[in-house]
């Protein structure tokens, strides 16, 4: 049998019980036979807490020495489960990242894996020996520094090293029992999802749901790796990833009712910036963008309206991370006096609420039924934007459950009986 390669999120690992459980579940796929490689988290919210104890001693602390610290969280639960693993009688050794070849570019934070060149994994496992690896973290090909992925970047690392060891399945654990059609916390009669495509689990990720790492699932779709991602808690099948959307054929879709829309999604971490009274002019909006592309802010919707006749003045508004915000209006208040424009707004309680399905593609009224569930729950629409099977809306972000849970009943995807259990974790 081949290798599988499994992922432990920190709520999995967060207590010794915990370890002790996920060492058993490591040693049952290895007495099935296969080869297992692992990719662990922290322990519950060491990263979170590891944050905390470097602001408390520097308010900007140096990128590199965040990454040191940060990496030894990974560092802990690797450790802790090979020891535990030895402990059943079976033989486990642990790398971190750097070890295990996770070669990454040199952006600290946020560093994308490059490649990996895992031989000292592939001497282990011949040796016979388990493999646990520290995950959301490498090393620079250039500087040769420690390096993180960015936030829930464990889930990149175990499918890079599926891609890289050519295993047959990624097993990502954690602690609720799939992909859900909806954030169960949000609507309770969430349904888990059998199996999504890749281009769906890209833009549910995309748009805020938090069950997989935006990165991981480009990876498993560019290297054509499933994913299966299921409970640490429970013996259920979980969720499987895999396949295009260029699979199914636009007919096909259209007499299966089950594929038309995979879930909604919310997001409630952006905010909206509004440029008001931009001159119409060519090349204003260049600059606008120019400016924040400079101050490396990536932006997600964007809104020109028509100008007004009388004064040729037109509004521009887009949505970006909140965190991004501070740097944004700094930015562009520098643009003030060149551009001319009337004055900057801000606004960070809005939400972003998404329907996503392959199956939009070929069934007419998709939209008008979307818009219709959230006008019949009173909520406002502010922006809107599309993608061949997204549709996003930026709603009051205090509207944005009532908007999630309409839009979720109107396509007819509650489930009859409850099927979401969060089993761990504390949100942080
Ligand atoms: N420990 C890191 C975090 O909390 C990476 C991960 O969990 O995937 O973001
Ligand atoms: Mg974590």
Do not use: W
């Not at 922290?42 to 040191?68: H, I, N, W």
């Not at 008001?276 to 002019?281: A, E, H, Q, R, S």
């Not at 006096?337 to 972003?352: H, N, P, R, V």
Request: aromatic fraction near 4%.
């Amino acid at each position: 049998m081949g290798i599988v390669v499994q992922k432990y999120g920190g709520s999995s690992v967060a207590d010794p019980d915990a370890i002790k459980r996920v060492a058993r579940r490591i040693v049952e796929a290895k007495k099935d036979g296969h080869d297992v490689v692992v990719a662990v988290s922290a322990m519950g919210d060491t990263t979170d807490e590891l944050l905390d104890k470097a602001r408390a001693v520097s308010p900007l602390p140096p990128a590199r020495e965040l990454d040191m610290l940060l990496t030894a969280g990974e560092r802990i639960s690797m450790a802790l489960v090979a020891m535990a693993i030895s402990d059943l009688g079976f033989s486990a050794r642990s790398f971190t990242g750097s070890q295990a070849g996770v070669i990454t570019d040199s952006v600290h934070g946020k560093a994308k894996i490059i490649d990996v060149t895992p031989g000292r994994i592939q001497e282990a496992i011949a040796d016979g020996h388990i493999v646990i690896v520290a995950g959301f973290q490498g090393v620079s090909q250039d500087t040769k520094e420690i390096t993180t992925l960015g936030r829930g970047g464990t889930d990149t690392t175990a499918v890079a090293l599926a891609a890289a060891l050519d295993a047959d399945v990624c097993e990502i654990y954690t602690d609720v029992d799939g992909v859900f059609t909806a954030d169960p916390r949000i609507v309770p009669a969430a349904r888990k999802l059998d199996t999504v495509t890749y281009e769906e689990m890209l833009e549910l990720a995309a748009c805020g749901s938090k069950i997989l790492h935006l990165r991981c699932v480009e990876y498993a779709r560019r290297y054509d790796i499933p994913i299966h991602v299921r409970s640490s808690f429970s013996q259920l099948e979980g969720t499987i990833v895999r396949g295009s959307i260029e699979d199914i054929p636009a007919q096909e879709g259209s007499s299966m009712e089950q594929a038309i829309i995979a879930g909604v999604a919310h997001d409630v971490s952006e905010a909206k910036i509004t440029v008001v009274g931009v001159p119409d002019k060519v090349g204003e909006a260049a600059r606008i963008f120019t400016a924040l592309a400079e101050a490396q802010i990536n932006l997600d919707m964007i809104v020109q309206n028509v100008s007004a006749a009388a004064t040729n003045l037109t509004d521009i508004s887009f949505t970006l991370p909140r965190t991004d915000g501070q740097t944004a209006m700094t930015a562009l208040a520098a643009l003030q006096a060149t551009i001319g424009f009337e004055s900057l707004l801000y606004d960070d309680k809005i939400g972003k609420v998404s329907l996503i399905g392959a199956g939009m593609r070929s069934h007419p009224g998709v939209t008008a039924k979307f818009f219709s569930s959230i006008a019949e729950a009173g909520v406002n629409l502010g922006m809107i934007s599309t993608s061949e099977i997204r549709i996003s809306v930026i709603v009051d972000e205090a509207d944005v459950a009532a908007a999630v849970q309409a839009t979720h009943t109107a396509f007819d995807l509650d489930a009859t009986e409850v099927e979401a259990v969060v089993y761990g974790g504390t949100g942080r």
